[in-house]
């Protein structure tokens, strides 16, 4: 099993800056892709980032391309999404996500994801 506790939300007005944590604990080593995802009241959870740490694919919403970055601290067990020039339109509950049978690649669905974190609220504010 994984573990995962997200943190570092809150509220910021538009244009700030965020950056949220995933600290991962449990099957670790054998989970080589982690995804981040948003869902805003009334709305569907939607994909926002994934790694695989394995073979390096990266992708993101094409909403955050440019302004959101995945990352991770290896020795920390914890995946990073750093979060700029942020818009009321990011307004959402953001959850961590692994995928521990997926080797090559990542998805973009979120039932493809075995384990999530709680989530943590992000407001952005006009």
């Known amino acids: 099993q994984v573990q995962l506790v997200e943190s570092g939300g809150g509220l910021v007005q538009a244009g700030g800056s965020l950056r949220l944590s995933c600290a991962a604990s449990?099957?670790?080593?054998?989970?080589?892709?982690m995804g981040w995802f948003r869902q805003a009241p009334g709305r569907e959870r939607e994909f926002v980032s994934a790694?695989?740490?394995?073979?390096?694919?990266?992708n993101y919403a094409d909403s955050v391309k440019g302004r959101f970055t995945i990352s991770r601290d290896s020795a920390k067990n914890t995946v990073y999404l750093q979060m700029i020039s942020l818009k009321p339109e990011d307004t959402a509950v953001y959850y961590c996500?692994?995928?521990?049978?997926?080797?090559?690649?990542?998805?973009?669905?979120?039932?493809?994801?075995?384990?999530w974190g709680q989530g943590t609220q992000v407001t952005v504010s006009s």
């Open positions: 790694r695989n740490w394995r073979g390096g694919t990266t």
């Open positions: 996500a692994a995928d521990t049978s997926r080797l090559w690649g990542t998805s973009r669905i979120p039932v493809d994801y075995d384990y």
């Open positions: 449990g099957r670790t080593s054998s989970t080589y892709v």
